[in-house]
T-cell receptor, first 115, second 114 residues
C-alpha cells in the first residue's frame, strides 16, 4: 500500500513570496489533514478535510494560508505572502473515517525555510 | 482545554534495558491516545493507539503502552531497547467527535546507548 505522498520535500523562499505544497493521501482515505511542525514542537493542525469539505480550519491563519481539496483526493496548501515565522515542516496526513482505524498516516513532510 | 504533556525532553537508556517514555494528558471526555515516532527527515510513524477496551495495548516494533485513567497517563514501554529505537517520540490525543484533530505533546528524544 502506497503511503502519503508530499512534494516538494524542501523549499526555500524569501519573505513575502508565495509557496504551494501538494499532498496525495493513501488511497481510500476520506480524511486529510495538514499540520505545521515548528522546530522543537509537536505538530499543530492547520486544517482537516472530510472528502472535499472542510471539517476544522480554526487554526489556519486565513489571511495568508489557504488549502483546497477540490476532488476529494489530493490537496494543496498555499502560503501567500510568507513570513519568517512560517519556517517549519508542513506535514500531510490521512485517515479512514472508521473509528476502529482512526490513526493518521503521515507523509514525509515539506521543510519550508523563509529567508 | 485539551493538553498533552511529555515531561522528559530526553531519555537515555542502555541497549537491552527496558525503556519508558512518559505521557500524561488533561482532557474532558473520553480521549483516544496515540504514540508516534519520528526519525530524522521523515514523517511521523504510527506506533499504537488506545481507543477502548484493554488498558494495555501492543503496537509496532515491540512497543506497548498502558492507559491509566486514574493517573491520566499513557506511558510508552519496551522490554528491551535497541539502538535503532533512537528517535523522537510523540504522544497525542484526539476525540472522535467529527473533527479528529490530534493534539501532540512536545516530544521526547530517546537515545539508546550501545
Amino acid at each position: 500500500e502506497a503511503g502519503v505522498a508530499q512534494s516538494p520535500r524542501y523549499k526555500i523562499i524569501e519573505k513575502r513570496q508565495s509557496v504551494a505544497f501538494w499532498c496525495n493521501p493513501i488511497s481510500g482515505h476520506a480524511t486529510l489533514y495538514w499540520y505545521q511542525q515548528i522546530l522543537g514542537q509537536g505538530p499543530k493542525l492547520l486544517i482537516q478535510f472530510q472528502n472535499n469539505g472542510v471539517v476544522d480550519d480554526s487554526q489556519l491563519p486565513k489571511d495568508r494560508f489557504s488549502a483546497e481539496r477540490l476532488k476529494g483526493v489530493d490537496s494543496t496548501l498555499k502560503i501567500q505572502p510568507a513570513k519568517l515565522e512560517d519556517s517549519a515542516v508542513y506535514l500531510c496526513a490521512s485517515s479512514s473515517w472508521d473509528f476502529r482505524a482512526i490513526e493518521q498516516f503521515f507523509g514525509p513532510g515539506t521543510r519550508l525555510t523563509v529567508l | 482545554a485539551q493538553s498533552v504533556a511529555q515531561p522528559e525532553d530526553q531519555v537515555n537508556v542502555a541497549e537491552g534495558n527496558p525503556l519508558t517514555v512518559k505521557c500524561t494528558y488533561s482532557v474532558s471526555g473520553n480521549p483516544y491516545l496515540f504514540w508516534y515516532v519520528q526519525y530524522p527527515n521523515r514523517g511521523l510513524q504510527f506506533l499504537l493507539k488506545y481507543i477502548t477496551g484493554d488498558n494495555l495495548v501492543k503496537g509496532s516494533y515491540g512497543f506497548e503502552a498502558e492507559f491509566n485513567k486514574s493517573q491520566t497517563s499513557f506511558h510508552l514501554k519496551k522490554p528491551s531497547a535497541l539502538v535503532s529505537d533512537s528517535a523522537l517520540y510523540f504522544c497525542a490525543v484526539s476525540f472522535y467527535t467529527g473533527a479528529n484533530n490530534l493534539f501532540f505533546g512536545t516530544g521526547t528524544r530517546l537515545t539508546v546507548i550501545p
